[in-house]
């Protein structure tokens, strides 16, 4: 039995009780872009892409809560510019996020390069390139629940 326990790879890691929230907006900005990457991948194939999410509903005869799958709709981040452009945008809860100063769009140039960008606009978020402008934009977002 031992055996084959020595062909795998052990360590003495332990498991984190909670996540810093530098990492929780990080994950969450991260599957948002996985939504729009399927979204433009979709689009890409002549697709429509719907995804599902469980909605809690009250039965109108029995009265008990049911949970049933509901399309949900996404808005992209993606659009064409006056110059026919493909200009991508990258939104933290209804924020846009500001990614150099006075910059809120990347211009992706053809409508085919979008995949590609968001691939890599996924990749710098997963190295925390953006993590600045994340907390940036969630303080804007806070800061509009104060008032």
């Known amino acids: 039995m031992t055996a084959i326990l020595n062909t795998l790879k052990l360590t ?23 939504e729009q990457r399927m979204l433009a991948d979709a689009q890409a ?3 429509h892409y719907t995804p599902t ?13 049911i ?4 399309p949900v709709r996404i808005k992209p981040w993606f659009w064409i510019g006056e110059k026919g452009e493909c200009l991508l945008a990258i939104n ?8 150099q100063k006075g910059k809120t769009a990347i211009d992706v140039g053809a ?11 996924i990749d ?8 600045t402008q994340i907390e940036s934009a969630s303080a ?7 008032k």
């Not at 710098?124 to 993590?131: P, T, Y």
């Open 12 to 34: 003495a890691a332990r498991k984190t009780r909670a996540l810093p929230t530098v990492v929780k907006r990080r994950n969450k900005l991260l599957i948002k872009l996985g």
């Open 45 to 47: 194939q002549g697709l």
């Open 53 to 65: 999410r469980y909605r809690s509903f009250k039965d109108a005869d029995t009265g008990a809560r």
């Open 67 to 70: 949970a049933k799958q509901v």
């Open 92 to 99: 933290y809860g209804s924020k846009q996020i500001e990614l």
């Open 111 to 121: 409508v085919e390069n979008l995949c590609t960008v968001l691939d890599t606009v």
């Open 124 to 131: 710098a978020v997963r190295n925390g390139e953006l993590d």
């Open 140 to 146: 804007k977002l806070r800061d509009g629940f104060k």
